[in-house]
């Protein structure tokens, strides 16, 4: 492990294939610590199988990288350990009270038991949802649901968070607020690695790669990538640019 790195990520080369299909075609990059990294594409292009390799949930097929300094083949439980994850889909136990989950996650990541009432304390303040502790979690409304999911992801502290589309389905309100909280992580040094099709969002991103069909197409800070896109063209946004050049990348 090599924590003296600025980077909290580094692949090179990295692959995978399922058997003749080849999902990820030996791709390259690296995010620095503290940053808002945005990886996006369309359905299909590669993005889950990816964040699933960095997460140590599969092992690629060719290639090497880095996760929290941690090797993606040999040290996979060593970076489920360092990250947190939150998925697209609902991942916590709707049968539960929020309270309830949290205890159960933080049995699971090990936390210190005399950490859990500071933790459990810390994560209704965070989330808003002290007053629903006692609700069964499926009962909730969506955004609060998500706000749960993201306190659990954060109960053992991870150097990195990984975010597949964090806010599908959350209202508007509710999206500002998640973005305003996790800028605030970063500010503490956490690493923020956020996958999503909302381009309004992806702008709160310091740098975003975009990918298709398991091969980058772009990458680079969001206005970067709109001026390369549409050069002088001073009206077009993030969504022009993502449109243009999945375009490029079909024929």
């Known amino acids: 492990m090599n924590d003296s790195s600025p980077e909290s990520v580094r692949v090179d080369q990295l692959e995978k294939r399922f058997g003749r299909f080849v999902a990820v075609r030996e791709i390259s990059f690296a995010v620095e610590k503290g940053e808002i990294f945005g990886f996006l594409g369309p359905n299909g292009a590669g993005k889950s199988t990816t964040i699933r390799m960095l997460c140590g949930i599969i092992t690629p097929t060719a290639g090497s990288g880095t996760v929290a300094g941690y090797d993606i083949f040999t040290e996979s439980e060593h970076i489920k350990h360092a990250i947190g994850y939150m998925s697209q889909k609902f991942s916590l136990y709707q049968d539960m009270t929020p309270f309830e989950n949290i205890r159960f996650y933080l049995g699971i990541y090990n936390v210190p038991q005399k950490q859990w009432e500071e933790k459990t304390a810390w994560v209704f303040e965070m989330t808003r949802l002290k007053e629903a502790r006692d609700r069964l979690t499926r009962d909730l409304p969506p955004g609060w649901r998500q706000r749960?999911?993201?306190?659990?992801?954060?109960?053992?502290?991870?150097?990195?968070?990984?975010?597949?589309?964090?806010?599908?389905?959350?209202?508007?309100?509710?999206?500002?607020?998640?973005w305003h909280f996790i800028r605030e992580l970063t500010e503490t040094g956490m690493t923020v690695f956020v996958t999503t099709h909302y381009m309004d969002e992806a702008m709160n991103c310091d740098r975003i790669l975009m990918i298709n069909e398991g091969t980058i197409v772009a990458e680079g800070p969001p206005k970067t990538i709109i001026r390369d896109?549409?050069?002088?063209?001073?009206?077009?946004?993030?969504?022009?640019?993502?449109?243009?050049l999945m375009a490029r990348r079909d024929r």
């Open 148 to 178: 749960l999911a993201l306190g659990c992801a954060l109960l053992h502290d991870p150097k990195i968070l990984f975010l597949d589309e964090p806010t599908s389905g959350v209202d508007p309100i509710t999206r500002r607020h998640f």
């Open 229 to 244: 896109a549409f050069p002088g063209e001073t009206e077009a946004d993030l969504s022009d640019a993502f449109v243009k």
